[in-house]
């Protein structure tokens, strides 16, 4: 079946560490988006990227660094820079906003923590 | 700028309706969500409608969309314990294919 993979599911981070959230999509989608979750606030774009080698920096970029060298693969680092990363991470994937709608679907997440 | 708003909590007994309302800003949204997270899980998409529609039904969901209000709603008819979660209005801005979320709503369904 098609979906979005992402790990781990939970993940703790060191001060001064930079950690790596995976994540993978088999739905030949073009278009990818990394989301931050807190509670009560819904959520937020960090980086999204609608083609490969290609990506924007979304709402609350800063702290974060993405990559996207693969069509399948967009990769989110949560860098010593972020001072509070604690927080639900996920990721989805759409076809790019010039091809017929179709809807974000979504990972099961990842949840950060700090040790 | 855009916005999109919902109340935070809705508490309904198994087998009412629920309706969970939410207002948008951007007029120049194409599309606008609907989508269900469960404990510890992604977002799973519930339903959408395209901006010129008014109604849009889905066996127990129904979705009434105010374009003049910019006032969207999501109606579960029968409501079961297993609706309980919490429940996201998004709209997409005309431009790109990004996604404005609300805050969540979430749905407690009593026995």
């Known amino acids: 079946d098609g979906g979005i993979t992402q790990s781990p599911k939970y993940l703790f981070r060191k001060e001064g560490q930079n950690v790596t959230l995976s994540c993978e999509q088999n739905?030949?989608?073009?278009?990818m988006y990394w989301y931050r979750q807190d509670p009560g606030q819904g959520l937020r774009l960090i980086y999204y990227?609608?083609?490969?080698?290609?990506?924007q920096k979304g709402d609350i970029a800063e702290g974060y660094s993405v990559s996207r060298e693969k069509k399948e693969s967009f990769p989110l680092t949560v860098t010593s820079a972020q001072k509070n990363p604690t927080a639900f991470y996920l990721c989805?994937?759409?076809?790019?906003?010039?091809?017929?709608?179709?809807?974000?679907?979504f990972g099961d997440g990842t949840r950060l923590s700090i040790l | 700028g855009e916005d999109v708003e919902q109340s935070l909590f809705l508490s309904v007994r198994e087998g009412d309706s629920s309706v969970i309302n939410c207002t948008y800003t951007?007029?120049?949204?194409?599309?606008l969500y609907w989508y269900k997270q469960e404990p510890g899980a992604g977002l799973q998409l519930l339903t959408y409608i395209f901006s010129n529609m008014d109604m849009k039904q889905d066996q127990r969901l129904t979705v009434l969309l105010n374009k003049k209000d910019k006032h969207l709603s999501l109606r579960i008819a029968d409501t079961q314990t297993g609706d309980s979660a919490i429940y996201f209005c998004?709209?997409?801005?005309?431009?790109?294919?990004?996604?404005?979320f609300g805050q969540g709503t979430e749905l407690s369904v009593k026995p």
């Open positions: 998004a709209e997409r801005p005309n431009q790109g294919g990004k996604l404005i």
């Open positions: 989805a994937s759409s076809t790019p906003p010039t091809e017929p709608h179709q809807p974000q679907h």
């Open positions: 990227s609608q083609i490969v080698n290609d990506f």
């Open positions: 739905l030949n989608h073009d278009a």
């Open positions: 951007d007029s120049s949204s194409t599309y």
